[in-house]
């Protein structure tokens, strides 16, 4: 492993225990990346070492800044919660094998929670190749709805990307249009209509992940066409 000195240039919060970190090397260019990739962070773990953690690069390969979501659970995200604009970080990457494949005739992405992460590039990449796609996303709230007004512009601006929310809590917001519960295989027939000539990028918890995979492989989707980024 080798890792470089980023600044962090921007802090969003995404909700109140999910923030958006951007940041920017403090010399060179940006690594080159592929959507899907992810990328080792490094900071000083109060004890005079250093930890790390992998994460998804939510942001494009065109944009100027590496985009990291993360929600505030566990110990390394505890020490990022405590930086500030202009702070660095340690960087190494990319690594990872959950890359969009160029055979792809259509993709459907299903992401839970902060899954949405590394769903966000390859999203973007997919509408940038003008491709059929479709994003289930669930959370708890709406609030845990990451990026949810982007994929809500997105979806009204590209008539090939279509954007299928889904609150899985128990009471939804008044007047919430979306869907109601975890994604299942039901409702991805319910809305897609068929599996067949599809591919699916799942990323999330392992139960949901591994439920959904499994789901699909039972229904017939070739097992190529089922790419897995799960945790937990």
Not at 74 to 103: E, T
Not at 128 to 147: D, I, Q, R
Not at 166 to 180: D, F, H, R, V
Not at 214 to 222: I, N
Request: glycine share 10%; net charge positive; with cysteine.
């Amino acid at each position: 492993m080798e890792f470089k000195p980023y600044r962090i240039v921007e802090i969003v919060n995404e909700a109140q225990d999910v923030r958006t970190f951007k940041i920017l090397p403090v010399k060179g260019e940006l690594p080159s990346y592929q959507p899907g990739h992810f990328f080792l962070l490094q900071l000083p773990d109060g004890t005079g070492k250093t930890t790390h953690r992998p994460y998804s690069a939510a942001s494009h390969p065109d944009q100027k800044e590496l985009w990291f979501c993360v929600k505030n659970k566990g110990f390394f995200p505890s020490l990022l919660w405590k930086l500030n604009v202009g702070d660095l970080i340690g960087l190494d990457g990319p690594y990872g094998l959950f890359l969009l494949s160029k055979d792809d005739k259509k993709r459907v992405f299903i992401g839970g929670g902060v899954g949405i992460s590394a769903l966000r590039s390859m999203i973007l990449q997919t509408i940038k190749e003008n491709m059929p796609c479709w994003l289930f996303h669930s959370a708890h709230t709406k609030e845990g709805l990451v990026y949810f007004d982007e994929m809500q512009k997105l979806s009204a601006q590209h008539q090939n990307f279509v954007f299928f929310p889904s609150i899985s809590g128990e009471e939804a917001p008044p007047g919430w249009q979306g869907l109601k519960g975890r994604i299942s295989l039901q409702s991805l027939l319910d809305k897609l209509g068929t599996l067949e000539g599809m591919s699916f990028y799942l990323c999330g918890s392992k139960e949901m992940v591994g439920a959904l995979a499994s789901s699909l492989a039972s229904a017939g989707v070739p097992k190529e066409r089922i790419k897995k980024d799960e945790w937990g």
